[in-house]
């Protein structure tokens, strides 16, 4: 159990996918214009992490290592995601609209989110048993999740805060996402 | 001729994917800590860009529009899978320091852009041409990146040391050091832009 907090807690905060390892920064620029957005897109990218690794996970152990296809993982997964978002968005559209038309809009993008791919390959090349790729998987998205309702509260401020003609538009934002990334090195300390 | 050289340019420059179209970043940050991961990942990258560019325009006549994105994916990842392999037998040293980000070459946003916005539609040299400045033009830019990066941050040039020990700045081999030097690369892209286009206006 213990061991499990651990892998959550690393996977969210001391190496946050998006600050500490520069995953998945296109939405993060692209999706953080303001909260709502920004929540809309945490809570795709959490529920696709999570079903996409359940799947390939077991795929991975009990069809291309018995098979002795492993240099065809690259391949499978991308199918598997791919073909995974675009049930879910059948799913979704047909039984619960609701949630559809708060989250639709961003499932069709997740498929290109690098974010998914990674927590998918990571969770083979690091060992990890299923119970803590689950983990694994939830803690790299609340990280994701974290980073981008930040920097969009961040985005909020920006616009009425004075900035030097020079980093207008785009540039503040990295600089702001240094800032922040600075903070999260303070995180390093936290599991021995 | 001039018409193709333009095509090829375009990439450098105007409508670079690094610096003025942002897509394809996170690759781009991760690996540039020394110059050699920013060559290595460059040159996977332009060899994925150019041969899946180059496929999809052969048969783009063959390929039904309602499923292309798939076969898209399908050509990307059987490349990609190519540099992978190619990567972890020849450079294994290399291979192992880019970890998760050969196989993130898949879900690059600048390959599937190209692929959907340019060559479904153009021909193969013109494909072969976009590629080529397309991959050189994110090349260019990571190699720019690392060399500030490793100079500042492990004070040393493709790997000879230059500055002593007391003026290195870690900041700059850690992750906020690759987002600030890339966000004062995109604000002198864009005032160099500017400046070009004001020109161009007064003529």
Redesign the interface.
């Known amino acids: 159990m213990n061991d499990l907090v651990k892998i959550f807690l690393s996977a969210m905060l001391i190496e946050n996918v998006v600050?500490?390892?520069?995953?998945?920064?296109?939405p993060f620029?692209g999706m953080s214009t303001d909260v709502k957005k920004s929540t809309g897109m945490s809570a795709a990218v959490l529920f696709v992490t999570v079903l996409a690794t359940a799947v390939t996970y077991p795929l991975y152990k009990f069809v291309l290592i018995p098979m002795n296809l492993q240099?065809?993982?690259?391949?499978t997964?991308?199918?598997v995601i791919?073909a995974l978002v675009q049930l879910v968005e059948f799913y979704l559209k047909k039984s619960a609209p609701a949630l559809y038309s708060s989250m639709g809009v961003y499932l069709t993008l997740i498929?290109?989110?690098?974010a998914i791919?990674?927590v998918t390959?990571?969770v083979i090349?690091k060992g990890y048993t299923f119970a803590q790729s689950m983990t694994y998987a939830v803690g790299v998205a609340t990280g994701f999740a974290l980073a981008l309702v930040l920097l969009a509260g961040i985005r909020e401020r920006i616009k009425t805060a004075p900035i030097p003609a020079?980093?207008k538009?785009?540039?503040?934002?990295?600089?702001a996402?240094?800032?922040l990334?600075?903070s999260f090195?303070g995180f390093a300390g936290l599991i021995k | 001729m001039n018409k193709y050289f333009k095509l090829f340019t375009n990439g450098l420059l105007k409508e670079n994917p690094l610096l003025v179209i942002?897509?394809?970043?996170?690759?781009s940050?991760?690996v540039t800590t020394n110059i050699w991961n920013g060559i290595g990942m460059g040159l996977a990258m332009t060899f994925v860009l150019l041969m899946s560019e180059i496929m999809i325009s052969g048969f783009r006549k063959l390929i039904p529009n309602s499923i292309r994105?798939?076969v898209f994916?399908?050509i990307i990842?059987?490349f990609?899978?190519i540099v992978?392999?190619v990567m972890k037998a020849y450079t294994p040293a290399l291979s192992k320091a880019m970890?998760?980000f050969i196989?993130?070459i898949?879900?690059?946003?600048i390959i599937?852009g190209r692929v959907e916005s340019f060559s479904y539609k153009r021909t193969v040299p013109e494909s072969i041409l976009d590629a080529l400045g397309m991959g050189l033009g994110y090349t260019w830019v990571l190699c720019v990146i690392s060399i500030i990066r490793e100079f500042l941050g492990a004070g040393s040039f493709f790997g000879m040391v230059i500055l002593p020990e007391q003026y290195r700045v870690g900041?700059f081999s850690?992750?906020?050091?690759?987002?600030?030097v890339?966000?004062?690369l995109?604000?002198i892209a864009?005032?160099i832009n500017k400046a070009i286009e004001g020109r161009g206006g007064a003529k």
């Open positions: 600050l500490m390892r520069f995953i998945a920064l296109c620029i240099f065809l993982q690259i391949l997964f991308i199918l791919a498929t290109t989110n690098c791919l990674a390959f990571d090349a020079f980093l538009g785009t540039p503040i934002l990295f600089v996402a240094a800032l990334a600075m090195g | 942002m897509i394809g970043l996170c690759s940050l991760a994105i798939p994916i399908i990842a059987a990609t899978t992978d392999l970890g998760v196989p993130l898949v879900v690059n946003c599937m900041f850690q992750s906020p050091g690759g987002f600030f890339f966000g004062m995109i604000a864009f005032a």
